[in-house]
């Protein structure tokens, strides 16, 4: 009986929690890109390999979900790209909601920005960050894809760690 009680009352909390946060277009558009710019050259490729993880799974859920559909625009040179420019590029590809993505740090930590917003408004509904150090860096992106999935309201395939974990325990090669 109380093993019940406290899983009733932790999908309770859960569901309260989620009806808290901005509510989502029914029909999910999302773009997603390095957003805000970034100029620091050496996080860029960690964060290509990042956004390429969670556009890959996302694409996978968009075959159960058919109300979400997942536009990359990361090869987009957003460094370029102004607040109107980034509403001019959402609505030329269709797209309703923003998922950016943006990577600070130094050798030691790394902070992950996950933001979802309305890419007609500019407004913010959701955001997210993941802190990693160094050595842990190599789980950051499973990590990303969760919490990019969870912002979404996106349910992702059970095996999604072992089809995500890296090639090397390597910090240094990742």
Not at 15 to 43: C, G, I, M, Y
Not at 99 to 125: K, M, S, Y
């Amino acid at each position: 009986g109380g093993r019940c009680a406290a899983g009733t009352s932790l999908w309770l909390n859960r569901d309260t929690v989620e009806n808290r946060l901005p509510p989502l277009p029914h029909k999910r558009f999302v773009a997603l890109l390095p957003w805000p710019p970034t100029s620091d050259s050496q996080s860029k490729p960690l964060l290509a390999g990042i956004i390429d993880a969670i556009e890959n799974e996302l694409a996978r859920a968009e075959i159960s979900d058919r109300d979400l559909y997942v536009i990359s625009s990361h090869q987009t040179e957003s460094a370029a790209l102004g607040p109107a420019e980034l509403r001019k590029l959402c609505q030329s590809v269709g797209a309703n909601l923003l998922l950016g993505a943006f990577l600070t740090g130094d050798e030691r930590q790394f902070r992950l920005h996950l933001t979802v917003q309305n890419a007609l408004t500019d407004t913010v509904l959701r955001h997210r960050q993941l802190v990693s150090t160094a050595a842990e860096l190599t789980g950051l992106i499973p990590k990303a894809v969760e919490a990019a999935a969870a912002l979404l309201n996106v349910r992702l395939e059970q095996n999604l760690t072992d089809r995500l974990a890296p090639p090397t325990d390597s910090v240094a090669a990742l």
